[in-house]
């Protein structure tokens, strides 16, 4: 409780800046509300949610829940959504085994191969994802030859400038389903485009640079005692890794890991550039265009990201008490 | 009672331990000392040995030097000479070829400012903060944009492009974006609950969402909010964009440094009399800088590299003036689209890496001269 003449004096001013800011923020937010809703009204576009059930009446090349050009907008919203969370998922995964493998090499006694770790992350972190992005698009996928000059893989995997060809489970019958050349294209298997190549390929390899660098970071971390008394105390170098070093090292890790793995979902909205049917791209491009619903639309769009990034957020502390925890 | 051993020699001198630098025995035994190490050598030597001369003679032996889009068209290697053709395009996009002069007269004076602020011992750094900050951003329009009472043509902002364009907006973000993200980082640790929430709400609102759809955000939506017959100009709205985006960034790396900073600092201040405004102006602000300085270099590094997003809202950025030139029907050689990204990949790598190399000294520098390790 504020009880000198001072303190009530500061309480009282602060009361004071707080109302007078609240209310100037209101002030702005009302005038341009009623601006934005005097265009909208004026300019006949919508800012209700009328359009979500409507025909969307455009194709989407990847879909992995049903979809056709009769489905609705808000069909086509869960379609760019899923095409979002397959891209952030895979990239994830891959980024982090790429990412721990450099990092690791980067602190390897081997200087040839601790070198060429650290020309990778220097090379991939310093030139734009964007521009990694479009390079792999057009410079390499594109410039693969056509289906029937394809370049075979073992494991019938194909590449060609039409995607990614690779054995996929087939249900009925059940077994591998496998990509077979057929007339002018590729059939059974499954085919990934060009452009989820290229998204996913880009985001594995320049997040993989961040990881790398705060991997090398988090284990460099590790105060040098820390492995001395491991040995001290008779353990080998594998226990020293395994019991002594990792523990304290995922402890510096995961914070800026978690904040990679975020980057990497929000950076697969760079998807717009190459025409991966993404949720920025199919909902904030497409159906944006399409309806016009501008303020319905992006306010739809920052939702999703917010609400990831917030889930992520929180179970990031959870984590971070746990550990904390742990160690006091 | 006697002692029961006293020592009448002096005890042996120790050898002393084993060396822990590097020597060329033990870089040797480390290469191919164990067989999974001597294996990962030879599996990365094969790489580069197979890697660089076929780089160089992609980019160099067998690359086109001399000579036009015909000799291209045939060249089993990079294309330097679309990129010396095309690199006025690059560099001020449709500026017109006559005016050029202005944009280079910006670069020219942005380049002066950059290193007097930069640079270790310099003078009268402080008026060089003022003029970076106030007086070059309206030198800089009434140059670019022109002022006909003045002499100076007007130069609509759709003509303006390549680099130009790129350190337009990558300038305009740090400088819009640090005084705001210093005050958003205070007004995060107010302690008055409403100006606490305003900002941490919009701070985690921006880290939250991809720069991309902030920037639809401001295509779309900034031109509904204003008054009518206020368009804002289309490179204007993606301007706002990133640096409302960059600001948020830059007030975690600021409120990163007021968290480092003792807080007898603050309290030294409040005892020698001073009011929030003098202790953070006086005692916090400047030290809080200083500290986070490394930071706020990788910060402008990220928003560099962030600059080309603005393409999503068609303005013409040095990567969108590459995309567009590689397009050229004029030179449609095989390889002209890898040595556009090739060139554009360099210019961003040399200036990224530049820019984080001398973050790096200046961190050393500043943890020499105060005794602890910045940022």
């Known amino acids: 409780m504020p009880s000198s003449p001072i303190e009530r004096h500061g309480a009282a001013r602060g009361a004071l800046v707080q109302v007078a800011f609240v209310l100037g923020l209101a002030f702005i937010a009302y005038e341009g509300a009623a601006m934005a809703l005097a265009h909208m009204r004026a300019h006949h576009i919508p800012f209700d949610f009328g359009f979500w059930d409507q025909r969307a009446g455009f194709d989407i090349d990847q879909h992995l829940i049903p979809y056709s050009f009769t489905s609705t907008y808000g069909r086509a919203f869960f379609v760019g959504l899923t095409n979002t969370l397959v891209v952030a998922?895979?990239?994830?995964?891959?980024?982090?085994?790429?990412?721990?493998?450099?990092?690791?090499?980067?602190l390897s006694p081997n200087l040839i191969v601790a070198k060429c770790a650290g020309a990778y992350v220097e090379a991939?972190?310093?030139?734009?994802?964007?521009?990694?992005?479009?390079?792999?698009?057009?410079?390499?996928?594109?410039?693969?030859?056509?289906?029937?000059?394809?370049?075979?893989?073992?494991?019938?995997?194909?590449?060609?400038n039409r995607g990614l060809f690779v054995p996929a489970p087939s249900f009925s019958p059940m077994g591998v389903s496998l990509p077979?050349?057929?007339?002018?294209?590729?059939?059974g298997g499954a085919r990934l485009s060009p452009e989820f190549v290229a998204l996913t390929l880009s985001l594995i390899l320049y997040t993989a640079a961040f990881i790398a660098e705060i991997v090398r970071a988090g284990i460099a971390g590790v105060p040098k005692g820390q492995g001395e008394a491991a040995a001290a105390l008779g353990l080998n170098a594998r226990q020293t890794r395994k019991y002594v070093v990792a523990p304290q090292a995922l402890r510096l890790i995961v914070p800026p890991l978690t904040s990679q793995y975020l980057n990497l979902f929000k950076n697969s909205?760079?998807?717009?550039?190459?025409?991966?049917?993404?949720?920025?791209?199919?909902f904030a491009g497409t159906v944006l265009n399409q309806t016009g619903a501008a303020v319905p639309v992006i306010a739809v769009t920052m939702a999703v990201y917010l609400f990831v990034s917030l889930i992520v957020a929180t179970a990031m502390n959870l984590y971070n008490r746990r550990i904390v925890g742990v160690a006091h | 009672m006697p002692a029961a051993y006293v020592r009448a020699t002096p005890a042996p001198v120790l050898p002393p331990p084993a060396a822990t630098g590097r020597s060329w025995s033990g870089l040797l035994r480390n290469l191919v000392g164990a067989p999974q190490s001597l294996l990962l050598t030879g599996l990365v030597l094969a790489l580069i040995v197979w890697l660089v001369p076929e780089?160089?003679?992609?980019?160099?032996?067998?690359?086109?030097?001399?000579?036009?889009?015909?000799?291209?068209?045939?060249?089993?290697?990079?294309?330097?000479?679309?990129i010396g053709q095309k690199l006025p395009y690059f560099v001020y996009g449709s500026y017109p070829p006559d005016q050029r002069w202005r944009v280079n007269l910006v670069f020219a004076i942005g380049a002066g400012l950059v290193i007097w602020l930069l640079a270790p011992r310099a003078p009268a750094r402080r008026l060089g903060t003022w003029a970076a900050f106030l007086v070059y951003p309206a030198l800089a329009f009434v140059l670019l944009y022109g002022w006909p009472a003045l002499g100076l043509k007007r130069v609509s902002s759709d003509l303006w492009g390549g680099m130009l364009v790129t350190l337009i907006v990558a300038t305009?973000?740090?400088?819009?974006?640090?005084?705001?993200?210093?005050?958003?980082?205070?007004?995060?640790?107010?302690?008055?609950?409403?100006?606490?929430?305003?900002?941490?709400?919009?701070?985690?609102?921006?880290?939250?969402?991809p720069m991309i759809a902030v920037l639809f955000m401001a295509d779309t939506m900034l031109?509904?909010?204003?008054?009518?017959?206020?368009?804002p100009d289309r490179l204007v709205r993606p301007l706002v964009g990133v640096a409302l985006f960059a600001s948020a960034y830059m007030a975690e790396v600021v409120r990163g440094g007021l968290q480092a900073l003792p807080k007898g600092q603050s309290e030294a201040g409040k005892a020698l009399g001073l009011r929030y405004w003098g202790i953070e102006r006086l005692i916090v602000l400047p030290q809080v800088l200083r500290l986070t300085i490394p930071a706020i270099a990788s910060t402008f590094i990220g928003l560099f590299k962030d600059?080309?997003?603005?393409?999503?809202v068609g303005i013409f950025d040095f990567l969108r003036t590459v995309d567009s030139a590689r397009l050229d029907p004029n030179w449609s050689g095989p390889t002209i689209t890898t040595t556009a990204y090739s060139f554009a990949a360099l210019v961003y790598f040399v200036c990224c890496f530049g820019m984080s190399r001398y973050a790096l000294g200046l961190e050393r520098r500043l943890a020499a001269r105060y005794g602890r390790t910045a940022g």
């Open chain 2, 307 to 312: 600059t080309t997003l603005v393409a999503t």
């Open chain 1, 269 to 282: 909205s760079l998807a717009v550039f190459i025409g991966y049917p993404d949720l920025v791209q199919v």
């Open chain 2, 223 to 231: 031109p509904l909010f204003l008054p009518e017959g206020f368009e």
């Open chain 2, 55 to 82: 780089l160089l003679r992609y980019f160099v032996f067998d690359a086109v030097w001399h000579g036009g889009a015909a000799a291209c068209r045939a060249a089993n290697g990079a294309c330097w000479t679309f």
């Open chain 1, 180 to 187: 077979v050349f057929h007339g002018f294209n590729f059939t």
């Open chain 2, 172 to 209: 305009f973000g740090i400088v819009v974006s640090l005084p705001l993200g210093v005050l958003l980082a205070l007004g995060r640790r107010s302690h008055l609950p409403a100006v606490h929430w305003a900002s941490a709400g919009f701070i985690e609102f921006m880290r939250g969402v």
């Open chain 1, 124 to 160: 991939l972190r310093n030139v734009p994802l964007l521009l990694q992005i479009l390079f792999w698009y057009n410079a390499v996928l594109k410039a693969l030859p056509v289906p029937r000059a394809s370049l075979a893989f073992p494991g019938h995997i194909f590449l060609n």
């Open chain 1, 89 to 106: 998922a895979i990239g994830i995964v891959f980024a982090s085994l790429i990412g721990f493998a450099i990092g690791a090499a980067r």
